[in-house]
């Protein structure tokens, strides 16, 4: 596998006269030596499928420490990471306020199963601050957040249906790995083996900005739709910028048809603004699910709405959720520590400017070479797609074959000391911790790489 690669790109660039000079391939052996053990344990040697870097070049790189906006993997390679834990680090690796709080409360014991005063802090840190939910309650992962919020929505409507949209990502509960059939409105085929077809025949999948799918879903199961949920900011199959009005639009049409929407907001919940999406669009929802940097980089998720729609969880109601370890104190320990430092006034203009200004200059220079390249931003969320295409909304609007592309750049920036999301279907996040510096260091890398990767058009 890894010398068939080498092969194939050696052969690629054979004929090319080196850019900026040979940059060597980092030296992968602890990384690769500990992957061929974790084989041994893990299917594919992984715990979670992406990180296997089945889509990149090489052996996946195994972590060793994190610090700041650097990482560091077995073999001492050093990063500027952009991948950020997928996400939650929002403030970047081991931020010594994070690290403080969790080792405090740590010292008074790890899991109580029991209410702590932690729960209330990191709730009234989120209530307080976001207008649009007034109740909330606390999970150990995103897809168990949006699990429950899709029971929730059943429970209140009393309908079995949900509308999804390919392309969107909401963890991998059986009613929602299911993607588009063919035509306008289908029930969805299971994207994964193991998922009754039952289930996937509760979910119908429609394509992203397509209001006329939405509207012929509405009236081909007219009071069988209990919610229709999106992610708002789509950051998990590229990121698919949506229209405000095609936002503003589902929000009318569930009212329409008393179904519920829910944001899932996991990714863009506390990133686009500590609001997420909802304030970012000025919509609310009935239903938002977090995860990601609610927790600091633990694993906490949640869901929240109102007081009416929320008074249905168990024990107040009949919908039943429950969790050994939901609001465990550690994971609320570091939530809190995160989210105190969102709060401060300008942290997010600051992080939103500083990404704008970093992803225009990549952009500008993509286009001043007259790169097939695009750069897509929202907040401190980024998107490398190697298009021509102004905007891309859809799944179907990203040309698998450019991923070719990414796979290339992603080795040329490696090699450069930058790590990416294993995969050019993933977004990258800077945090609060990259300084001016770090993105010049990465602008130059990337600008370096988008030569190399076009060299031979
Ligand atoms: C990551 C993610 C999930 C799943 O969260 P996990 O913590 O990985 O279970 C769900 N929805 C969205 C939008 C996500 O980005």
Not at 198 to 222: C, G, M, P, R, W
Not at 229 to 242: F, K, S, T
Request: hydrophobic fraction near 40%; charge should be negative.
């Amino acid at each position: 596998m890894f010398d068939s690669i080498k092969k194939i790109f050696s052969t690629e660039t054979e004929n090319a006269s080196p850019v900026y000079g040979d940059k060597p391939d980092i030296i992968r052996e602890k990384s690769a030596e500990l992957y061929e053990r974790a084989k041994n344990y893990f299917p594919g040697g992984v715990n979670s499928p992406v990180r296997a870097f089945k889509s990149v070049y090489g052996t996946p790189l195994f972590i060793e420490k994190g610090d700041g906006s650097r990482l560091w993997d077995a073999d001492g390679n050093e990063f500027i990471d952009f991948c950020g834990s997928w996400g939650p680090l929002i403030l970047g690796h081991n931020h010594p306020k994070i690290r403080e709080k969790v080792i405090e409360v740590m010292q008074n014991g790890m899991s109580f199963g029991a209410p702590t005063a932690l729960e209330n802090e990191l709730a009234e840190l989120i209530i307080k601050n976001n207008k649009y939910i007034e109740k909330i309650r606390f999970t150990s992962s995103g897809t168990e957040a949006v699990m429950s919020a899709i029971r929730l929505a059943r429970g209140v409507t009393k309908r079995d249906k949900i509308i999804k949209f390919e392309g969107c990502y909401h963890g991998h509960t059986d009613a929602l790995l299911v993607k588009a059939g063919s035509g306008l409105v289908t029930f969805g085929e299971t994207s994964s083996a193991g998922i009754p077809k039952a289930y996937a025949d509760e979910t119908i999948v429609v394509s992203l900005n397509d209001k006329e799918a939405v509207k012929a879903a509405f009236e081909q199961f007219k009071e069988q739709i209990a919610c229709v949920i999106i992610e708002p900011v789509p950051a998990n199959n590229g990121l698919l910028l949506q229209n405000q009005d095609f936002l503003e639009f589902l929000r009318e049409i569930c009212d329409q048809n008393c179904s519920l929407l829910i944001f899932d907001e996991v990714i863009s919940g506390f990133r686009v603004g500590f609001e997420g999406a909802a304030g970012f669009y000025n919509i609310k929802p009935d239903i938002i699910t977090y995860g990601k940097i609610i927790g600091g980089g633990l694993p906490v998720g949640a869901y929240g709405a109102s007081n009416g729609i929320m008074s249905n969880i168990s024990p107040e109601g009949g919908v039943y959720q429950a969790g050994t370890l939901s609001g465990n104190p550690v994971a609320m320990a570091a939530g809190i520590a995160q989210l105190t430092e969102l709060l401060k006034s300008g942290f997010y203009k600051e992080m939103n400017q500083k990404t704008l200004e970093f992803t225009d200059s990549i952009q500008r220079y993509a286009t001043s070479k007259s790169y097939k390249f695009k750069v897509f931003q929202i907040g401190s969320i980024f998107w490398f797609a190697f298009t021509e295409k102004e905007k891309i909304q859809t799944s179907e609007d990203i040309d698998a074959s450019s991923m070719e592309k990414f796979k290339m750049m992603h080795r040329e920036l490696l090699n450069r000391g930058i790590y990416l999301g294993p995969s050019g279907y993933e977004v990258g996040f800077v945090s609060a911790a990259h300084s001016k510096i770090d993105l010049e260091k990465a602008k130059r890398a990337i600008f370096e790489s988008l030569d190399i990767v076009f060299k031979n058009r």
